[in-house]
């Protein structure tokens, strides 16, 4: 894990570096710059909490209400942040940029700037806890250069540099939008989510078909804050939550590597997750659905007596989700998924609606990660 005792100390201003070779190294500020900020004005957490649908979830530790407003320059809120780089996949530069800034390019990205600002403010502690814990291990894995931290694409977080937030937002006629995403940093300053004292891997997707997904279903290792829960609050508000795609038999079957094979008629989920029955005819081979997961998804399927799992059928097809019902029809393979992503950790569409019936961004993601607790940054890096 990174120790943050051997950085410097002082914080270079915004700045972009030209890949590779000659950029100059990067600097991030030691803890002690944000210990002189007494626990930063802004904070998410509410006083109180009421309890999750459908749970008995204990409420987390009183913490000080945010002010809605930015601090005005010089006071403990605008204190030095640790920094991020950046490496921007399309020009290839490096952006180098307080945490909190990054945090606000991250929701750009990441979140329509419609949704509920409490589902911002919970996509504002997720992508903030997904970096920290990379800057404290030390982790550049996916990065082209060694001088980032993290990359923009989806292989970390999508990303909005500075550059394009200015011209194509505060200048580009979403000026109003771009305040809120800061707002929803700012009411979350520094807070970041952790299980047993550690920044925990705050993984995210789009929508769900209504259940997210056991870790150890799509990477097979467990993670015992990322279980499964139900997540009915997208249903009704996700656009296109089922996607119907249309293949060629000699296309799908070419993608899954069976060329010289047939598919039945029929195989999959139903709507409601129950596995449908397979038909056949004598020039079809079987499928069958061996077995699902916990999150409704399919988990293991034989398909002309190979096994694939959901996973693979999802990536060897392009398929949105592992949640999929299939037929045939004339000449054609229909598949039609649920949901929209990997289904591990918190659901965007199911946080906009828990936010839309009242939850608090403390209430979503205690509900999304299962057992974690709340801590700023400064007080983890002072450990």
């Given at each position: 894990?990174?120790?943050?005792r051997?950085l410097?100390r002082q914080m ?11 950029a100059?190294?990067?600097r ?12 930063l004005?802004g904070?998410l957490l ?8 459908g ?20 006071t403990a809120?605008?204190?030095p ?8 996949s ?8 307080p945490?909190e ?8 990205a990441?979140?329509p ?7 911002l ?7 903030r ?9 030390g982790d ?11 990359s923009d694409?989806?292989?970390h977080?999508a ?7 200015e ?5 580009g006629?979403?000026?109003?939008a771009?305040?809120?995403?800061r707002?929803?940093a ?7 989510m952790?299980y047993?004292g ?8 789009a ?13 097979n ?11 009915p609050?997208e ?9 119907t795609?249309s293949?060629?038999?000699s296309e799908l079957?070419?993608?899954l590597g069976l ?7 029929s195989a ?10 397979v ?21 293991e ?8 799992t ?10 949105r989700?592992?949640q ?8 054609k393979?229909?598949i ?5 992503g990997?289904g591990?950790g ?6 906009n ?10 209430q ?5 990660y299962s ?10 890096l002072k450990?």
């Amino acid at each position: 894990m990174r120790d943050f005792r051997y950085l410097k100390r002082q914080m270079q201003k915004r700045r972009l570096v030209r890949r590779p070779g000659s950029a100059p190294r990067l600097r991030r500020l030691a803890p002690a710059a944000w210990l002189a900020a007494p626990l930063l004005a802004g904070l998410l957490l509410p006083l109180a909490l009421v309890p999750l649908r459908g749970g008995h979830e204990p409420a987390p530790p009183a913490v000080p209400r945010a002010t809605a407003s930015p601090a005005a320059p010089g006071t403990a809120a605008a204190a030095p942040q640790p920094e991020v780089s950046v490496y921007l996949s399309q020009s290839g530069q490096i952006e180098t940029l307080p945490l909190e800034d990054y945090v606000s390019g991250v929701l750009a990205a990441e979140m329509p700037a419609d949704f509920e600002l409490e589902a911002l403010k919970a996509q504002a502690v997720a992508a903030r806890t997904f970096i920290v814990r990379r800057l404290m291990a030390g982790d550049h894995s996916g990065v082209p250069v060694p001088e980032a931290d993290v990359s923009d694409t989806v292989s970390h977080q999508a990303y909005v540099s500075l550059a394009t937030l200015e011209r194509d937002w505060e200048h580009g006629g979403k000026s109003a939008a771009l305040a809120k995403l800061r707002r929803a940093a700012l009411e979350t300053r520094g807070v970041i989510m952790t299980y047993k004292g550690q920044p925990i891997t705050a993984s995210f997707f789009a929508s769900s078909g209504g259940y997210t997904e056991n870790s150890e279903d799509y990477w097979n290792f467990a993670v015992p804050y990322l279980r499964s829960v139900a997540s009915p609050w997208e249903l009704a508000i996700t656009p296109n939550l089922a996607v119907t795609v249309s293949f060629s038999t000699s296309e799908l079957l070419s993608k899954l590597g069976l060329e010289s094979k047939a598919l039945p008629a029929s195989a999959g989920l139903s709507a409601t997750g129950k596995v449908k029955p397979v038909s056949s005819s004598s020039s079809a081979l079987p499928a069958v659905v061996l077995s699902l997961t916990d999150g409704h998804r399919v988990k293991e399927i034989s398909i002309g007596g190979t096994v694939f799992t959901g996973r693979e059928v999802r990536e060897k097809l392009g398929l949105r989700s592992s949640q999929f019902t299939w037929k045939r029809q004339g000449g054609k393979v229909l598949i039609t998924t649920y949901g929209n992503g990997h289904g591990v950790g918190m659901s965007q569409w199911g946080a906009n609606g828990m936010a839309k019936e009242g939850s608090t961004a403390t209430q979503i993601l205690k509900h999304y990660y299962s057992g974690i607790s709340f801590t700023q940054v400064s007080t983890l890096l002072k450990k």
